[in-house]
């Protein structure tokens, strides 16, 4: 209670000099720490016992000098009377003190374990920054990277059930050669591919299937289109990038492949329901083969399967054994067995 | 241009209308759209024989069995198909429109059979890349033949790549009538690129049928079909 | 029993069409000839006469084949038609992919007008028009081949051009040593001031070519 009361009412100027030490390595302590609110408040109650205490004990101090000026006038005996009196008064203040300051002590080093400013990374400046445009700054930010960790581990914990399943059937020959799979720098290489690479490729896939044609022509700088003629069923229009597949486009047979310019039109969809189907089928194949560490293979793969739809309008569906299902042939091709099956008997 | 079926749909009792009804309904059930009418009519002109009535040379009568179609279609409106039909021996001539006014310059050697005219006409329908046409087919007169049933699969222009898809189509709203064989004249030409002449001499050939079936039960039309009754109105 | 159905028959437009006299069936003709020196200053001439005179004429290389649909087994008819319908079979040799014309002309008709008047139908055909008309019954009379300019004056339709021989030979032989000179209009069955308008053009030409009414009947 008195040490209380000696805060409020204590002189300012003493109390700077006095208490300079205490609050300066408290307050570093606390800075560092990340102490309970609880124990914080301990922490300031005992500071300001110490202080309240300091306080009590000057101004004793100051009273007893005063005393004595008025005491030498009047009694000499008393004076001795009163002087081993407040002796007593300053010590018992003097232990007080003491105790208060060793309490705190005690209770500060047990507050601040951890020391030092490392975890104050730019994020906490910038949610330091006054100005009152930039204060959103700081919590997008936060979010942004909740979100990319996030996305971090869906893909690391993907990756790890993909990797389990064969589904790419060419890419993982046995489970050794995981290895080789980890080629980063080829990457970068099949984007900027000499073109005779390109013909060369597209050379040989013509090579390996009789009913299917492929031409090569470059109408828009270094990357190549291909045209493909499956017998007199279909032709398609592969956009590529390197050796990328980067679009493909299937048409009818009868349908014009040129725009009104006369070059190879590699936008305008097909007319006809059937091969606007394929088209989208094509699309997700095109994306199923496409491994950007063997890009000349994934193109072989995808052509492979493309070059199955030579029974389009003949084969019955696998699963319910007819040609016509919803006015529709079978215009999805399992990507392994390469057998038809309708859109809707998809496995 | 996709590959052509024609198919005769049966009508024993004639019931004309209703049968088409059937079909109709039928076709709607796999979501057939209507999309508008069409019609196919045939005309045909007879080499004439008027001059072998004045001087009447033997040995000639083997060159005088040519038939001359003209045929008209509103899927390509701005042409006629000529068909020139003599025994053994078929050409399909696809020409412009004006070709019909060129006709009555040839009256010299071909009249026409007006009595012979003969059309189908009736709804035409849109599924998917189908395209059903369900006519049915009469004489100039009026009289009622029966029903063709005209079936287009657009996506693809071989009879060959596509013949089973087209099969179970025509099946669907068929039945049995349908016979899992191609019809001969796509048979003949398997593994051909389909064009509108195609089209239209499966046509002819159905309508020559029609008028054979005729021949039986009416016996005034087969008097008028034959090549020397003379009557000779040229259309002008 | 037949359904009620309002089909706009094919037929029907091209009758209507006659009958209404908008098909372009007539044709004003002026012919004349020129000496093959001469022809590079007719065609200066003409570039400054007709439309378009910054480019160059077109040119053409047609190949002409002329039937002729007569009743063969009876040489000796008399009467109306017996001489036949020419059928002229046109292709551009320079144009493979353009369809195939089939012409008819008629006799020239009778009468005092500027120009020739006779009538005519192009009608665009298959490829196997000969083998049609071959079996329609014609016979093929002569055929040639046909090189020149063609040039475009409104509706005036101005061709120079040489008659070659047809051969398997790589250097074609001219007929005559002369170039033809044509002008012809399209016309309905009615409209007929387009014939001045041909002698007016025929009139500016005179001193390089004069250009006339020829009567075949005549010839």
Redesign the interface.
């Known amino acids: 209670m008195a040490t209380t009361d000696a805060s409020t009412t204590g002189s300012c100027s003493s109390m700077p000099t006095s208490n300079r030490p205490d609050p300066n390595t408290s307050g570093g302590a606390m800075a560092g720490a990340a102490p309970t609110p609880e124990k914080l408040a301990a922490c300031l109650s005992y500071l300001r016992a110490v202080r309240g205490s300091a306080t009590q004990f000057f101004a004793l101090l100051a009273q007893q000098g005063e005393g004595s000026e008025n005491l030498m006038l009047f009694d000499v005996s008393t004076k001795k009377e009163e002087q081993a009196d407040t002796e007593t008064k300053i010590k018992t203040v003097l232990d007080d003190l003491m105790k208060n300051v060793k309490t705190l002590q005690c209770e500060v080093s047990s507050l601040s374990p951890i020391v030092g400013n490392s975890t104050q990374s730019n994020l906490d400046l910038l949610s330091l920054d006054p100005a009152t445009d930039k204060q959103q700054l700081h919590h997008q930010l936060r979010q942004c990277y909740i979100w990319m960790d996030k996305v971090y581990n869906y893909s690391t914990m993907s990756h790890m059930l993909i990797g389990h399943s064969h589904l790419n059937r060419s890419q993982m020959p046995n489970p050794l050669s995981v290895s080789k799979r980890r080629r980063p720098p080829a990457i970068s290489n099949n984007v900027n591919v000499p073109q005779q690479q390109v013909d060369a490729l597209i050379l040989s896939i013509n090579k390996q299937f009789q009913d299917m044609m492929l031409t090569v022509s470059r109408p828009m700088g270094s990357n190549a289109i291909v045209q493909v003629t499956l017998?007199?069923?279909l032709r398609g229009v592969i956009t590529l990038r390197g050796l990328l597949i980067e679009a493909v486009l299937i048409r009818?047979?009868?349908e014009s492949f040129l725009d009104h310019q006369g070059r190879e039109d590699i936008f305008k969809p097909s007319q006809?329901?059937?091969?606007q189907r394929v088209t989208d089928n094509a699309s997700a194949a095109m994306l199923h083969f496409c491994s950007p560490y063997l890009a000349d293979l994934s193109i072989r793969s995808f052509f492979t399967w493309l070059h199955s739809f030579s029974n389009?309008?003949?084969e019955?569906c696998t699963k319910c054994n007819?040609?016509?299902s919803?006015?529709?042939?079978p215009t999805w091709r399992e990507f392994r067995t390469l057998l038809p099956y309708h859109q809707h008997c998809r496995p | 241009m996709g590959v052509t079926v024609l198919q005769t749909f049966p009508d024993a009792f004639r019931y004309g209308y209703k049968e088409v009804e059937k079909l109709h309904t039928r076709i709607a059930h796999l979501g057939a759209q209507p999309n508008g009418v069409f019609q196919v009519d045939c005309d045909t002109y007879y080499m004439n024989q008027q001059n072998s009535q004045f001087n009447d040379i033997p040995g000639s009568g083997s060159t005088v069995n040519k038939k001359l179609h003209i045929l008209h279609n509103t899927e390509t409106p701005a042409s006629t198909y000529a068909i020139i039909e003599s025994p053994g021996k078929q050409v399909t001539l696809c020409a412009d429109l004006m070709f019909d006014l060129l006709l009555p310059r040839l009256s010299h050697m071909y009249t026409a059979k007006k009595n012979l005219k003969v059309e189908t006409k009736g709804t035409r329908f849109t599924v998917s890349d189908f395209i059903v046409k369900i006519g049915s087919v009469s004489m100039s007169s009026g009289q009622y033949k029966g029903i063709l049933v005209e079936v287009e699969y657009l996506a693809c222009s071989v009879p060959a790549l596509c013949w089973p898809i087209l099969r179970e189509f025509l099946q669907s709203f068929m039945g049995f009538c349908v016979s899992s064989q191609p019809p001969p004249y796509l048979q003949a030409r398997f593994q051909q690129v389909q064009g509108p002449q195609d089209t239209m001499q499966q046509y002819l050939e159905k309508f020559n049928e029609f008028r054979e079936s005729s021949a039986y039960p009416v016996t005034g039309s087969l008097s008028a079909s034959q090549p020397g009754t003379t009557s000779t109105s040229t259309p002008s | 029993m037949s359904i009620n159905l309002s089909v706009q028959s094919v037929l029907d437009s091209i009758e209507s069409a006659q009958k209404n006299d908008i098909v372009p069936d007539q044709e004003f003709v002026l012919q004349g000839s020129v000496m093959d020196l001469s022809v590079s200053v007719l065609l200066s001439r003409l570039r400054g006469l007709c439309d378009n005179a910054d480019s160059l004429p077109e040119t053409f290389h047609d190949q002409e084949i002329c039937f002729i649909l007569k009743d063969f087994s009876n040489p000796g008819a008399v009467g109306p038609g017996t001489g036949g319908v020419m059928l002229r079979v046109r292709k551009a040799l320079d144009h493979p992919e353009l369809p195939w014309q089939l012409r008819y002309t008629g006799q020239p008709e009778v009468g005092n007008r500027p120009a020739l008047l006779r009538n005519c139908l192009d009608v665009p055909v298959s490829s196997n028009i000969c083998d049609f008309l071959h079996e329609l019954g014609a016979k093929v009379d002569h055929e040639y081949v046909s090189k020149g300019y063609i040039m475009r004056k409104g509706r005036i339709k101005v061709t120079v051009f040489k008659i070659f021989k047809v051969g398997g030979k790589e250097v074609q032989e001219g007929v005559t040593k002369s170039h033809v000179v044509e002008l012809s209009a399209l016309t309905t069955r009615v409209d007929e001031a387009i014939a001045t308008d041909l002698r007016i053009v025929a009139d500016q030409l005179k001193p390089l070519v004069n250009l006339q009414n020829l009567d075949y009947r005549r010839l």
Do not use: D, E, K
Not at chain 1, 272 to 275: D, I, K, P, T
Not at chain 1, 326 to 329: E, L, R
């Open positions: 017998g007199q069923l009818g047979y009868n006809l329901a059937v091969f389009l309008f003949t019955p007819c040609t016509v919803n006015n529709s042939p």
